[in-house]
C-alpha cells in the first residue's frame, strides 16, 4: 500500500487560507501536495459596492502584468464605478445646473416685476 501522509512542501506548517494545498499524483506516481493560490477578489463599485463587470478579479499583485484596456472599462469613472453609478451622477450634476438656470430666471423675473 502506498503512503498517503503528505508532508508541506514549504516551511509555512499550518492550514491556513494562505497555505492551502491540493494532492496531485507526479509522473513517477507518487502522492505531493501542490499548493494552491488565493482567488482574487472582484473590484467593487465604490458607490454601490457590485462586482465591476468587465474588469477580472485578480490579486492585486497580478493588476500590474496585464495592460490598462483589461483592467478598465471604456466610460467615465471605468473601472471604479459601475454604468449605473455613473448614470446617476451625470442626471443628478444635469438637474443641479438646471435647478441653477431655473432659480436664476425666477430671481431675474422677480426683479422685473418690482
Do not use: W
Amino acid at each position: 500500500m502506498p503512503d498517503t501522509r503528505l508532508t508541506y512542501r514549504r516551511r509555512h506548517s499550518y492550514n491556513t487560507r494562505s497555505n492551502k494545498v491540493r494532492v496531485i499524483k507526479t509522473p513517477g506516481g507518487n502522492l505531493r501536495y501542490l499548493h494552491i493560490k488565493k482567488k482574487g477578489s472582484p473590484p467593487k463599485c465604490g458607490d454601490c459596492g457590485i462586482k465591476l463587470p468587465g474588469v477580472p478579479a485578480l490579486r492585486p499583485r497580478q493588476y500590474a502584468k496585464i495592460s490598462r484596456p483589461t483592467k478598465t472599462v471604456q466610460r467615465a469613472y471605468g473601472g471604479s464605478r459601475c454604468g449605473r453609478c455613473v448614470k446617476d451622477r451625470v442626471v443628478r450634476a444635469f438637474l443641479i445646473e438646471e435647478q441653477k438656470i431655473v432659480k436664476k430666471v425666477l430671481k431675474e423675473s422677480q426683479q422685473k416685476k418690482r
